[in-house]
Nanobody, 123 residues
Framework: VQLQASGGGLVQAGGSLRLSCVLS????????IAWFRQAPGKEREFVAA????????TYADSVEGRFTISRDSAKNTGYLRMNSVMPEDTAIYSC?????????????????WGQGTQVTVSS
């Protein structure tokens, strides 16, 4: 599975941004996709994940209620909608995928990764 993320940029606190992740390479029906982020000087952390069939949406506590993970199966594209962003959301965001429907929060369990996209939130 190949992934390509895009959509990052500079946004003011309280604003919104939508990240996209185009997937290709194999049938996607049996995969789980996830978003992770890594801020400067910090470890990579889980943000959100879902099964490609749209089930089992899960979120980190820090983004619950503000971020929404989704996908458009016709476009083979996953999304991360970020609302009410805060300066602490500043990080490099990466999309990842794994074969199987067990939704896992650990980055080491995802063998397929897209390149990161920088999100910077100004105060």
């Amino acid at each position: 599975v190949q992934l390509q993320a895009s959509g990052g940029g500079l946004v003011q606190a309280g604003g919104s941004l939508r990240l996209s992740c185009v997937l290709s390479g194999q049938a996607l029906s049996g995969i789980t996709i996830a978003w992770f982020r890594q801020a400067p000087g910090k470890e990579r952390e889980f943000v959100a994940a879902m099964r490609w069939n749209g089930a089992r949406l899960t979120y980190a506590d820090s983004v619950e209620g503000r971020f929404t993970i989704s996908r458009d199966s016709a476009k083979n594209t996953g999304y991360l909608r970020m609302n009410s962003v805060m300066p602490e959301d500043t990080a490099i965001y990466s999309c990842a995928a794994r074969v199987g429907w067990v939704v896992i929060h650990h980055a080491t369990q995802y063998p397929y990764w897209g390149q990161g996209t920088q999100v910077t939130v100004s105060s």
